[in-house]
């Protein structure tokens, strides 16, 4: 049973599209995120989600809108693509304690996006 | 801004021998520091991770040591073997609410390559 998962797994298309990614946890889990890992591997977040509430937005251009229907989802919707929005994508799910925030984080295996 | 850093970017070790990996991070509020193990075309696994409050956490063959008044902290590989060959992240994060909440600062990463 895959914890995380991402669909597609990899996703090409033309500059200028619209493409949305999709994220399923069947942990249990209420705070969701995603990440950009760059083509040098380095990793930054970009939103974060918790009980279907944005609670991180990082300076991503708003060309990038998140969307949660249900604590379980988290999906990534991107318009008008640019070249550098090529990168892999990874989407995160943790478990919210209260006051000890710092949870382990279970990563997806990534979609792999690349802008012709 | 990077407020954390690793060293080294790569490292060949030979089977049996001692990976080490360090990070340094510069915001004092950080007060947890998860290592991530990646291996090509997967999501980031939790390896490990350490709270301010101990020095050292060992888990198997890994280990972590921790020095709050250098703000640094690094990676002990014991044995290492061929299957370590992967890329390791070390990360840091706050238990702060707010829009920090659960939000991991990631290092650059390790590849590291065991030689069998």
């Known amino acids: 049973d895959t914890a995380v998962s991402q669909t597609p797994k990899y996703l090409v298309t033309q500059m200028g599209n619209d493409k949305s990614i999709k994220c399923e946890q069947n942990?249990?889990?209420?705070?969701m995120y995603w990440y950009k890992q760059d083509s040098k591997k380095f990793l930054k977040i970009m939103f974060s989600?918790?009980?279907?509430?944005?609670?991180i937005n990082e300076t991503v251009p708003n060309r990038f809108s998140p969307k949660s229907p249900d604590k379980a989802h988290l999906n990534l919707h991107i318009n008008s693509l640019e070249l550098g929005d090529s990168a892999v994508y990874f989407c995160a799910s943790s478990q919210d304690t209260g006051s000890r925030s710092n949870q382990p984080q279970h990563f997806g295996d990534g979609t792999r996006l690349s802008i012709l | 801004q990077q407020q954390v850093k690793q060293s080294p970017q790569s490292l060949i070790v030979q089977k049996g021998g001692i990976s080490i990996i360090n990070c340094a991070y510069e915001?004092?509020?950080?007060?947890?520091f998860p290592w991530y193990q990646q291996f090509p075309g997967k999501g980031p696994a939790l390896l490990i991770a350490?709270?301010?409050?101990?020095s050292e956490k060992k888990e198997g063959r890994f280990t972590i040591s921790f020095n709050k008044s250098a703000k640094q902290f690094s990676l002990h590989i014991m044995d290492s073997q061929p299957g370590d060959s992967a890329t390791y992240f070390c990360?840091?994060?706050?238990?702060?609410?707010?829009?920090?909440?659960?939000?991991?600062?990631f290092g650059q990463g390790t590849i590291l390559t065991v030689h069998p």
């Open positions: 915001n004092t509020a950080f007060d947890y």
């Open positions: 942990l249990g889990h209420d705070t």
């Open positions: 989600y918790n009980n279907k509430e944005l609670i």
């Open positions: 990360a840091a994060s706050m238990n702060a609410g707010g829009t920090s909440y659960g939000k991991l600062t």
């Open positions: 350490i709270r301010p409050d101990v």
